[in-house]
């Protein structure tokens, strides 16, 4: 079976404000994180499973000692059959690597590189927690392109608290001159237990938000926008790992807080770094149900450029749905193909609306 892996690092200099996944700023666990997340691995031996795609994310892999990423992929090469071409993604903040660490990448095989700039205003960042500035972005991504890195991500956030057109047409200037190969661009939500939210900012209003998230789509009008927060350079492919969240394909998540999908089964480790070390191999499971299969069929595709095929639909499906179908075509939310339907850009910012409308029973 051909599955993608996920590995889950989950150190971090300091937690960004905004931040809802699992990262702790101790890394005195570190070894013994590591040794468990290769007996995970280990559980997986002789299962036959070819890898073409893997993500290290996090956390902030790049405050890991660089060396203990490398065994991890030596690991994963000796249990999983990898394709030549695997692309392997790390994610990186922008200080917290240098030359060598970058030359250690290289050498274990990395090819692909997910940077966080999030704003090219000072400010900003400083009210998201940050731990850089946009001129150690630049000075980091540079650094990158001279070690020969040429697949490159950046991250960016819109919706910010006190946010304008102004700051964000700043930002998007200054990442359309680095002619990034994949540029992810995220409308902020915030969990109540991030700092941001407890210090009470305020959004902007849905339609401030809108308009930011229009500028972002005219600002990448060249590049392909393939999922709604996802943005390709004509002539590169999109990532290939994060399309296996959104095609159903199977991935193993392997570390504290990783979840995974594979065998029809999805299931999830515990988000605690010592919980995990104690039990690195016992997992919570669901198996999906056919109803479930097809909710995600649908939210799932509909993320994507590629929309829904009508073929992965059960008649029952178009028939409950066929006037809402129309009606969102009509606004303009919605395409009707001869293979299926997709949302346009307009309806991928009301997307969790739109799909929740949906009768799937």
Same mark, same amino acid.
């Given at each position: 079976?051909?599955a993608?892996?996920?590995?889950?690092?989950?150190?971090?200099?300091?937690?960004? =404000?905004?931040?809802?996944?699992?990262? @702790?700023?101790?890394?005195?666990s570190?070894? =013994?994180?590591?040794k468990?997340?290769?007996?995970?691995m280990?559980s &997986?031996r002789?299962?036959?499973?070819?890898? /073409?795609?893997?993500f290290?994310?996090?956390?902030?892999?790049?405050?890991?000692?660089?060396?203990?990423?490398?065994?991890l992929?030596?690991k994963?090469?000796?249990?999983? #059959?990898?394709?030549?071409?695997?692309?392997? +993604?790390?994610?990186?903040?922008?200080?917290?690597?240098?030359?060598?660490?970058?030359?250690?990448?290289?050498?274990?095989?990395?090819?692909?590189?997910?940077?966080?700039l999030?704003? =090219?205003?000072?400010?900003?960042?400083?009210?998201?927690?940050? *731990?850089?500035?946009?001129?150690?972005? !630049?000075?980091?991504?540079?650094?990158?392109? $001279?070690?020969?890195?040429?697949?490159?991500?950046a /991250?960016?956030?819109?919706?910010?608290? /006190?946010?304008?057109l %102004?700051?964000?047409?700043?930002?998007?200037?200054?990442?359309?001159?680095?002619?990034?190969?994949?540029? #992810?661009?995220?409308a902020?939500?915030?969990?109540?237990? #991030?700092?941001?939210?407890?210090?009470?900012?305020?959004?902007?209003?849905?339609?401030? @938000?809108?308009?930011?998230?229009?500028?972002?789509?005219?600002?990448?009008?060249? &590049?392909?926008?393939?999922?709604?927060?996802?943005? @390709?350079?004509?002539?590169?492919?999109?990532?290939?790992? %994060? !399309?296996?969240?959104?095609?159903?394909?199977?991935?193993?998540?392997?570390?504290?807080?990783?979840?995974?999908? &594979?065998?029809?089964q999805?299931?999830?480790?515990?988000?605690?770094?010592?919980?995990? @070390?104690?039990?690195?191999?016992?997992?919570?499971?669901?198996?999906?149900?056919?109803?479930?299969?097809?909710? $995600?069929?649908?939210?799932?595709? !509909?993320?994507? /450029?590629?929309?829904?095929?009508?073929?992965?639909?059960?008649? #029952?499906?178009?028939?409950?749905?066929?006037?809402?179908?129309?009606?969102?075509?009509?606004?303009? &939310? !919605?395409?009707v193909? +001869?293979?299926?339907?997709?949302?346009?850009e307009?309806?991928?910012?009301?997307?969790?609306? *739109?799909?929740?409308?949906?009768?799937m029973?």
């Open positions: 079976m051909k993608g892996l996920y590995f889950h690092i989950p150190f971090c200099v300091k937690k960004c =404000a905004y931040c809802d996944f699992y990262s @702790v700023s101790d890394t005195t570190q070894k =013994a994180y590591f468990a997340v290769h007996k995970e280990e &997986y002789g299962q036959n499973i070819s890898v /073409d795609s893997v290290i994310g996090g956390g902030t892999p790049s405050v890991a000692d660089a060396y203990e990423i490398e065994k992929l030596e994963a090469r000796e249990l999983f #059959s990898f394709s030549a071409d695997t692309e392997i +993604t790390i994610e990186l903040n922008p200080k917290t690597f240098d030359k060598d660490k970058l030359n250690v990448y290289r050498e274990a095989g990395i090819n692909r590189i997910s940077m966080g999030q704003s =090219a205003n000072n400010e900003e960042l400083k009210k998201l927690g940050r *731990i850089h500035t946009a001129e150690e972005f !630049l000075t980091s991504y540079h650094l990158l392109r $001279e070690m020969g890195f040429s697949d490159m991500n /991250d960016i956030m819109y919706g910010l608290p /006190d946010s304008s %102004n700051t964000l047409e700043k930002t998007l200037t200054f990442l359309k001159q680095l002619d990034c190969e994949h540029i #992810s661009a995220y902020l939500t915030l969990n109540e237990d #991030s700092p941001l939210y407890q210090r009470g900012y305020v959004y902007p209003d849905d339609d401030g @938000v809108y308009e930011q998230y229009q500028m972002v789509c005219e600002f990448l009008s060249d &590049y392909r926008h393939y999922e709604i927060s996802n943005f @390709v350079r004509a002539g590169k492919q999109p990532c290939r790992h %994060n !399309l296996k969240y959104w095609t159903r394909a199977p991935y193993i998540g392997f570390g504290a807080a990783a979840h995974s999908f &594979y065998r029809n999805r299931f999830s480790n515990p988000s605690s770094i010592s919980e995990y @070390v104690r039990r690195a191999s016992v997992k919570n499971y669901e198996t999906v149900s056919s109803q479930d299969a097809l909710f $995600e069929e649908v939210m799932l595709s !509909l993320r994507t /450029d590629m929309g829904v095929k009508f073929e992965n639909l059960p008649d #029952s499906f178009l028939k409950k749905n066929q006037d809402l179908i129309e009606q969102y075509q009509k606004g303009g &939310y !919605l395409i193909q +001869t293979d299926g339907f997709r949302l346009t307009k309806g991928f910012f009301v997307s969790n609306a *739109i799909i929740s409308s949906f009768l029973d």
